[in-house]
Nanobody, 121 residues
Framework: QVQLVESGGGLVQAGGSLRLSCAAS??????NTWGWHRQAPGKQRELV?????????SYADSVKGRFTISRGNAKNLSFLEISSLKPEDTAVYYC???????????????WGQGTQVTISS
């Protein structure tokens, strides 16, 4: 059973930057995709960035050019660099990893507890 823990959130002024981290309790095996989602008060949770096993990245239009997703050299780490921050970026940010297990072929979908990011104007 894999556990994910996000960190790096906090209060930052508009125009500032943060680096969010996600650490898994162990190495994630099998073909997988890492993602970062966010949920603002009164809003639906949305996918903001994703990265595949092969390193292909994708971003929501609202964050393109400002956010960067990456994976650590260790396969149990994911990062989201968020820059040129706006008040509308305020949300709880969640780490996610999903994929298919080697051998069994069973799917998995793990989530962290979230980290709060608040942008002041």
């Amino acid at each position: 059973q894999v556990q994910l823990v996000e960190s790096g959130g906090g209060l930052v002024q508009a125009g500032g930057s943060l680096r969010l981290s996600c650490a898994a309790s162990g190495i994630i095996f099998g073909i997988n995709t890492w993602g970062w989602h966010r949920q603002a008060p009164g809003k639906q949770r949305e996918l903001v960035a994703g990265i595949t096993e092969g390193g292909t990245t994708s971003y929501a239009d609202s964050v393109k050019g400002r956010f960067t997703i990456s994976r650590g050299n260790a396969k149990n780490l994911s990062f989201l660099e968020i820059s040129s921050l706006k008040p509308e970026d305020t949300a709880v940010y969640y780490c996610n990893v999903k994929g298919v297990r080697s051998g069994s072929g069973l799917p998995y979908d793990y989530w962290g507890q979230g980290t709060q990011v608040t942008i002041s104007s």
